[in-house]
């Protein structure tokens, strides 16, 4: 079957395609060790929490309500009559309704907003979509309408004690050319668990406003919710600002809803791009959101359970490693949040690609590093030496997994040494 530029591009195998095949497969493969994919963890509190709260609305006829009427194409009204004014309330933002918009997830956000900033523009200029720290989102990469629509710049790299280290936005190389139509970061990063500093993103925003260009932060698992996040970062948000968030991180990736906020007329071209694509977002999480919100879980869930869920999980699974493979042999980025460990085995004798090859054969789904440098023009061998590892599941799965990859690091390393 013959397709158009657009279905040669987009119908073709990507980074995010695979990764989200391995996790399908992963997840419903008896025996499989999942340690790869984005899927947020089963915290008992919030099953139990999402469950008692659907019951509730399906007894009393909120359900049948979400499930039998579209909302508008920008969100559901009252959920983001609610939103706006709980951000105002608790952070000070000069917010409302009209600076907010909700899509079918947070993909489908950033599908929207690269092609919206970035591209062909009507004046014959193509601007592009600059990441100012990779590594970036995997994800990202193949979301542009035209080739070559991402800029990346490579990172400082700060080494810390215990084998980690940290990178930083390196303002020294970082170069904003009068084709860059928006800088995009993620914070925490997925894959690295990276939180950028509030200097840095201070920095940023004026960079940003300097050359009258947006700024993008995704926060699908920063604060205020899901709380995912294990450093100090304050939220920020302003006019120039759009802010991205989801439910996903929350515990519930199958609703499917992104939340954008900007300004009000970028809202309003989200707003018709949802009514062209989708008709609407789809209500079931939204509908869920604005019970939490009207009985101020939403924030409090993230602080108390979310947050310190993962943050205890992610020290353990540090000490896993720590037993099985040494400090000399794979460096950690420090974990300051998201639901990934970002392992560097430096000097490693074969590439992160041939590593997970191995690994997928043994069980163990990880993800190679190299996926995530989108817009990053050289090779850099930094970058094959890399893996992201999901923390989530439990430890007892964690541990065969590690004990795996130690026991394909080392063969790999005999095989070199031959």
């Given at each position: 079957m013959n397709f158009s530029k657009f279905g040669n591009k987009f119908a073709k195998n990507s980074g995010i395609s695979e990764l989200m095949k391995d996790l399908n497969e992963g997840i419903r493969t008896p025996g499989a060790i999942m340690l790869g994919g984005g899927n947020p963890a089963h915290i008992p509190e919030m099953d139990k929490y999402f469950q008692d709260l659907l019951a509730e609305m399906c007894a009393n006829g909120q359900l049948t309500d979400t499930l039998c009427n579209y909302d508008g194409p920008q969100g559901k009204d009252a959920m983001l009559k609610a939103l706006a004014a709980?951000?105002?309330?608790?952070?000070?933002?000069?917010?409302?309704?009209?600076?907010?918009?909700?899509?079918?997830g947070s993909q489908s956000a950033f599908f929207y907003l690269f092609n919206l900033l970035a591209g062909r523009f009507e004046d014959g200029i193509s601007r592009k979509v600059l990441f100012p720290i990779a590594p970036e989102y995997v994800g990202y990469?193949?979301?542009?309408?035209?080739?070559?629509?991402?800029?990346?710049?490579?990172?400082?790299?700060?080494?810390?004690?215990?084998?980690?280290?940290?990178?930083?936005?390196?303002?020294?190389?970082?170069?904003?050319?009068?084709?860059?139509?928006?800088?995009?970061?993620?914070?925490?990063?997925?894959?690295?668990?990276n939180v950028i500093t509030d200097e840095e993103v201070l920095h940023l925003d004026q960079l940003a406003k300097q050359h009258n260009i947006p700024l993008l932060i995704d926060n699908a698992y920063g604060v205020p919710f899901p709380g995912i996040i294990f450093s100090e970062a304050t939220p920020f948000w302003n006019e120039n600002i759009i802010l991205c968030m989801s439910l996903s991180k929350l515990g519930l990736p199958g609703t499917r809803c992104g939340i954008i906020i900007g300004s009000e007329d970028l809202i309003d071209a989200i707003s018709n791009m949802n009514g062209i694509i989708s008709l609407?977002?789809?209500?079931?999480?939204?509908?869920?959101?604005?019970?939490?919100?009207?009985?101020?879980?939403?924030?409090?869930?993230?602080?108390?359970?979310?947050?310190p869920f993962y943050k205890q999980r992610v020290e353990e699974v540090i000490k896993i490693i720590r037993r099985y493979i040494p400090e000399d042999r794979c460096l950690i980025h420090k974990p300051e949040g998201a639901i990934f460990l970002w392992l560097w085995f430096k000097d490693m004798p074969i590439s992160g690609l041939e590593l997970y090859r191995r690994l997928?054969?043994?069980?163990?789904?990880?993800?190679?590093?190299?996926?995530?440098?989108?817009?990053?023009?050289?090779?850099?061998?930094?970058?094959?030496?890399?893996?992201?590892?999901?923390?989530?599941?439990e430890p007892e799965k964690i541990e065969q997994g590690i004990q795996i990859l130690a026991q394909e690091l080392e063969k790999a390393y005999q095989e070199s040494e031959r």
């Open positions: 709980t951000l105002k309330a608790k952070l000070g933002w000069d917010i409302s309704a009209r600076n907010i918009a909700l899509t079918n990469a193949d979301s542009g309408l035209d080739e070559d629509l991402f800029v990346a710049n490579k990172p400082q790299i700060e080494f810390l004690p215990d084998g980690q280290f940290k990178y930083h936005v390196d303002f020294n190389t970082l170069e904003i050319t009068k084709d860059i139509g928006v800088i995009c970061v993620s914070r925490p990063t997925n894959p690295t668990g609407a977002p789809g209500g079931i999480g939204p509908s869920i959101a604005l019970e939490m919100l009207q009985r101020d879980d939403l924030f409090k869930l993230s602080q108390n359970i979310v947050g997928k054969k043994r069980g163990v789904l990880m993800v190679p590093g190299h996926y995530f440098f989108p817009g990053l023009e050289e090779d850099w061998q930094h970058a094959h030496e890399c893996m992201r590892m999901n923390y989530v599941p």
